[in-house]
């Protein structure tokens, strides 16, 4: 079964540090998405990617997160100054139509900042 | 950002039994709702998704939809102990908007 890959699975990072995230979607996906759960919370809508370019993001997602897919394939996030605030578990998901019929996530990376 | 509601739970039911779950949601306007089950420490997983109002089945699971009153639930058949985790209901307008999910315990 086709599967989301994320790395790397945990990552701690002292504050102030830049961590990138890293995703490969399914191979004929064309929607991507970043979605965070902090701990204890629900799953929150990030960002999402369509035709190289951002499609939507909510008021999470502000000037220190980016998001790019460098090489066509690598789907990534970019935290450009951590926060302890950050420490959450971050998921990549992808969907090959708007509608999500097919959406499926990644294991998700666990980010530490301490 | 869409709202979407959810009984916290925790639901406890025996083996074999119904689980029942319940989710509202606040935009007349949504046209898709998904169910996802989260495992401890582990990602979404799509269980199903209905668009039409009423009833839509796949194997234990049965989803119900009632767009009138903007009620969403997820019954579970044949409760088995490998079905405890929690439950995410989710509202698709080209992103999907959570609940905070029911947790639900099969005692064997």
């Known amino acids: 079964e086709p599967e989301v890959t994320q790395t790397p699975s945990h990552q701690v990072t002292q504050m102030g540090q830049e961590v990138i995230l890293r995703c490969v979607p399914i191979s004929n996906h064309l929607y991507f998405y970043w979605y965070r759960q902090i701990l204890g919370q629900k799953v929150e809508f990030l960002v999402s990617f369509y035709n190289n370019e951002i499609s939507e993001k909510s008021e999470i997602f502000d000037d220190q997160f980016s998001v790019e897919r460098p090489d066509g394939s690598n789907f990534t996030l970019k935290i450009r100054s951590t926060k302890l605030e950050d420490s959450a578990m971050y998921f990549c998901a992808t969907s090959w139509d708007r509608d999500n019929t097919e959406a499926f996530f990644g294991q998700g990376t666990r980010l530490t900042v301490v | 950002q869409k709202e979407v509601e959810q009984n916290s739970g925790p639901l406890s039911v025996p083996e074999g039994a119904i689980a029942s779950l319940n989710c509202t949601y606040s935009?007349?306007?949504?046209?898709?709702f998904f169910w996802y089950r989260q495992y401890s420490g582990k990602s979404p997983e799509l269980i199903m998704f209905i668009y039409s109002n009423g009833d839509k089945e796949d194997g234990r699971f049965t989803a119900q939809l009632n767009k009138a009153s903007q009620y969403v639930s997820l019954l579970i058949r044949d409760s088995q102990p490998s079905d405890s985790a929690t439950y995410l209901c989710a509202v698709n307008d080209y992103k999907l908007s959570f609940g905070a999910g029911t947790t639900v315990t099969v005692r064997a």
């Open positions: 935009d007349r306007g949504s046209q898709s």
